[in-house]
């Protein structure tokens, strides 16, 4: 997902409700670069995971480092909730106010960014910080400028709780008709669910993130760059084996993630598709499942793609103290604080290839599998149609349920999304 240079920013500025006049930085220059770092001020830092128990309060924790670095510098988290981030940031820096610094997740990224609401980060790092940060840091150029670096990479793999398979006598599956016998054995001999993963529209935006799996795990893909493939062979096959497997007799019909994943840590699930940073939460409970008990293996797809939850890290451009927020993104990405930041947001990957502790490793040994489909993992922003990705996703993910509640095939679901997106253009 590299963003394209052709991109209309008045047009997303008006999908935003951003107001250019008060976005300085992703038009290619810092206007107002406010006081120099070493004259320190307040950064305010917003970001969704300030509210997310026990990781948030790590996460602050790697960030508020920097205040030793910077003794004059002081950071300040913006707390907003996950399901109102976008909307909140939207209005926020359309008002020419906003965080110094925020998160973005990939779909949100295309959209600040050709509204010129993102300061640029060229010639921020030093050269050894530069040498050292992930190809995936080139997704997030936009006109030739870097406008936001890694924060965490979250990567998918299928998630299976030992003792339940083992009192089924299955395998984790590695083929999807594997999978819809495995989830019904589990189911049939346990009467436990035997697999689940997002599959209602009031999740669109992570269903969406999440049945991407299926269709990069059939070597499909959104668009060819130039126009949409929604309804390709390789879609129409991934959609027929998702729906194969919702049929199964072993599928949690009707629990959303947040359902699903208590009664996974509660062990009264076999299996599950999910990202890592879930998995971790999921062991994480007193009474629940424990690492020891689930094992993390391949997506049982037969390309080998799959997708991952992105999210950048980048300086707001109505900020007053860019050159103190730069200073910020300077220190995070040396190699001193991404080790410590690779073990706040374990068990994610970072904007480098530095490693979370080797104990955190050991107590955790599926963290293996996550980091090697990591390797095969691709953005869920649409080539060529970075802007138009939410119209996209809405459009296929509605004809996906159709296809899961009344009975259409695969191929129909597939062939009305494409046609229903055939007046989007790049």
């Not at 668009?223 to 027929?240: F, H, I, R």
Request: charge should be neutral.
């Amino acid at each position: 997902m590299k963003i394209r240079t052709a991109m209309k920013s008045g047009a997303m500025a008006v999908a935003l409700g951003l107001a250019l006049s008060a976005c300085s930085g992703g038009g290619g220059g810092t206007q107002d670069s406010g006081p120099a770092a070493a004259e320190g001020g307040t950064l305010t830092f917003a970001n969704w995971q300030w509210l997310e128990p026990g990781r948030g309060d790590n996460i602050l924790a790697a960030v508020k480092q920097y205040e030793a670095v910077n003794t004059k510098a002081k950071l300040e988290k913006q707390e907003i909730t996950r399901a109102d981030y976008e909307k909140t940031i939207s209005t926020q820096i359309g008002a020419g106010a906003g965080p110094d610094i925020l998160i973005i997740p990939d779909p949100f990224f295309p959209e600040l960014a050709s509204s010129g609401a993102l300061e640029p980060l060229d010639g921020v790092l030093d050269a050894a910080s530069e040498s050292a940060l992930r190809k995936t840091n080139e997704n997030y150029k936009f006109d030739g400028k870097q406008l936001g670096l890694v924060w965490e990479a979250v990567p998918y793999a299928l998630i299976s709780n030992n003792d339940i398979l083992n009192a089924a006598g299955v395998q984790p599956p590695t083929t999807p008709e594997q999978l819809a016998a495995a989830a019904k054995t589990v189911q049939d001999k346990t009467g436990k669910t035997g697999f689940v993963v997002r599959h209602q529209l009031n999740e669109e935006t992570p269903w969406y993130s999440d049945y991407s799996n299926w269709v990069f795990g059939f070597g499909g893909k959104w668009s060819d760059g130039k126009k949409l493939t929604l309804n390709s062979e390789e879609n129409v096959a991934a959609a027929d084996a998702f729906l194969k497997t919702y049929k199964s007799g072993g599928f949690g019909i009707g629990d959303d993630a947040s359902t699903y994943r208590s009664k996974f840590a509660a062990g009264q699930i076999g299996m599950v598709i999910d990202n890592s940073s879930a998995l971790l939460t999921m062991v994480s409970s007193k009474d629940g499942v424990k690492s020891s008990q689930v094992s993390a293996s391949a997506l049982p797809f037969p390309k080998g793609g799959s997708a991952y939850a992105g999210f950048s890290i980048g300086i707001n451009a109505n900020s007053k103290h860019k050159e103190l927020a730069k200073d910020f993104i300077k220190w995070m990405m040396t190699s001193e604080a991404q080790s410590k930041f690779a073990d706040a947001l374990f068990p994610s990957g970072i904007a480098t290839g530095a490693s979370a502790p080797d104990a955190k490793i050991k107590a955790n040994p599926w963290t293996g599998a996550f980091y090697k489909q990591l390797e095969k993992a691709s953005s869920v922003v649409i080539p060529g149609f970075e802007t138009k990705t939410p119209q996209v996703r809405t459009i296929v993910m509605t004809q996906v349920a159709r296809m899961l509640t009344t009975g259409i095939s695969a191929k129909e679901a597939m062939d009305t999304a494409q046609q229903q997106a055939a007046g989007l253009t790049p």
